[in-house]
């Protein structure tokens, strides 16, 4: 450009408060709420400030990216009030923060770029909002919510996420990265139906509906990561529409938990790519995980040919439901079921229908289903078409009953239904099977609960049984051990039956060096 410049500078209003919280009815209310939060000029600094819908917000319609004249989101940072959706919808946010913005693990991407704060008494919550039709661009931590969740407790209720993200690294459909910090996921959703597509700067790199939420490493549907500490509850949320990784680290709920991960009454109807560590609900497990009464529907797959491996696994993993489980992890697969295929054109691959590559002793394993068409090393029920379709699984997830947790949220209206679901009733299966108890034997001070009955007449796997420091052997009719060890009950099997769990101390082979000098 040459000759004179003309600049006009905006000046965004602050809304008004009611009831100390500040009513947000404009796209210039939310730049001045924003402004609050921030501290910019002319606003006093106000991390801590309440904000509140009171009518759809809508941002100008997003055409032509590098020629229309956009109006850009800020990000709110390290925000630690509340923020009430009040049942309204923001469209169109517009955040193309590409990674050369931002150094590696600094800020992040989203309607709030950090939060950082709240405490167990008195939590950040953000609730009862709708982001749709919007385009999210960002480098590390990006997320449609929050690109980073730091030092903090947050609660987050009642989202809906129908908009484009991507990013270079960490990328969740809603967070970002969760570090050092307790937060809570209800009833939430990320879906791809109004994603709206813009047209690219490099020719060639237009994103597509087709990889409506992707990036390089670390992809989550609901959450990209969850590390240092921290403690995480997702219950009562779902994903829908293709996720994708250009390199490593991908699931449907979340792409890498490396914390303590409670997930429970998730499910994912999405197709998954990845070079590796790709699993259908979870891309890798490294810390206290526990999974229930969740599902995952769709294809599972790694699609290049010439990847050496990553981390400490060689070659290409892909899972059904998880696809790394590492040495130090914890992980509990509990009344849950993934239903696609599971591929890997790479010469070297792992792929298993539950778990693509397990290096930890904890893992524990109960009422699991997976294809049959797929193989599993692991304890799980292999279950063909016709069982998903015809109530069969449905009836034993809804039938389960650990003493702790039960299955009564599954249901299925066979001929309508094509596999199991939440409706909480199984309606068109019947069977003249009985059902008999089952009482299991672990050791003392064992703190999980294991499934308290069998269906005769049909095979049912057992759970696998986590010790520190203890490898788990199968079960046994007798406490002696003497006997052949099971991992299923037979078809065959009839009456009550009450089994022994077979764990010996892992030994472990030290050798020394003494090096004299002369």
């Known amino acids: 450009d040459s000759g004179d410049v003309k600049f006009y500078g905006k000046w965004w209003p602050l809304p008004k408060q009611n009831a100390g919280c500040y009513e947000i009815g404009s796209v210039d209310d939310l730049f001045g ?5 921030n501290g910019n000029i002319g606003a006093k600094k106000d991390s801590t400030a309440c904000g509140k819908l009171v009518a759809d917000i809508e941002f100008k319609e997003i055409g032509e990216l590098w020629t229309d004249s956009l109006l850009v989101w800020v990000p709110m940072w390290n925000f630690a009030g509340s923020f009430d959706g009040n049942g309204f919808s923001i469209k169109n946010i517009f955040i193309n923060n590409p990674s050369n ?58 989202i809906t996420a129908d908009l ?30 109004n994603a709206k597509m813009i047209p690219a700067y490099y020719p060639g790199d237009e994103p597509s509906i087709e990889k409506s939420l992707y990036g390089t490493y670390n992809i989550g549907g ?12 997702i219950v009562n949320n779902y994903v829908k529409g ?6 490593c680290g991908i699931g449907a709920a979340v792409g890498i938990a490396d914390a303590d ?32 009464n969740s599902y995952h529907i769709g294809k599972v797959s ?22 790394v489980n590492e040495s130090y992890a914890n992980i509990h697969l509990v009344n849950s079921y993934h239903m696609g295929d599971v591929t890997a054109v790479n010469g070297y691959r792992s792929i298993d229908g539950v778990i693509g590559v397990n290096h930890s002793d904890e893992v524990h394993i109960d009422n699991v289903f997976y294809p049959s068409s797929l193989y599993s090393k692991f304890p799980a029920n292999a279950a063909d078409s016709a069982m998903f379709a015809n109530g069969s699984v449905a009836h034993n997830l809804h039938n389960y009953d650990n003493g702790s947790m039960i299955g009564a949220i599954w249901g299925q209206k066979v001929g309508v239904d094509p596999y199991p679901v939440f409706t909480s009733k199984v ?58 060890s099971l991992l299923f009950i037979d078809s065959s099997a009839s009456g009550d039956l009450e089994l022994y769990a077979k764990l010996q101390i892992k030994k472990f082979v030290i050798s020394t060096r003494i090096f004299v000098e002369d």
Not at 102 to 107: L, M, V
Not at 276 to 286: E, K, Q, R, T, V
């Open 164 to 193: 484009y993200v991507s990013g270079y690294i960490k990328v969740g459909g809603i967070v970002g990265v969760i570090s050092s910090s307790t937060v809570s996921l209800t009833n939430s959703r990320k879906i791809f139906s």
């Open 242 to 247: 293709k996720l994708l990784a250009w390199n």
């Open 302 to 323: 790694s699609n290049i040919s010439n990847f050496d491996g990553a981390g400490n696994v060689r070659g290409v993993v892909v899972g059904g439901i998880v696809g």
């Open 33 to 37: 709420f924003a402004a609050i939060v």
């Open 101 to 158: 913005y931002y150094p590696e693990d600094t800020e992040g991407a989203g309607l709030f770029g950090t939060i950082s704060g709240g405490t167990a008494e008195k939590p950040v919550v953000i609730k009862n909002l709708t982001l749709y039709e919007g385009y999210i661009n960002g480098g590390w931590n990006t997320g449609s919510i929050a690109g980073l969740i730091n030092e903090s407790n947050v609660i987050l209720d009642s």
């Open 261 to 292: 991960t409670y997930i429970s009454q998730f499910y994912a109807e999405s197709d998954i790519e990845a070079d590796s560590y790709a699993g259908g609900i979870l891309g890798s497990a490294g810390g206290d995980v526990r999974i229930e």
């Open 222 to 233: 609901l959450i990209s990561t969850i590390t240092n500490h921290s403690h995480v509850r």
């Open 427 to 484: 309606d068109g299966y019947t069977t003249d099977k009985k059902v008999s108890n089952l009482v299991l034997h672990t050791f003392e001070g064992d703190s999980n609960n294991y499934i308290n009955h069998y269906t005769e007449g049909q095979v049912t796997s057992l759970p696998t049984v986590a010790r520190e420091g203890q490898i788990f052997h199968g079960w046994f009719t007798e406490p002696q051990f003497l006997e052949d």
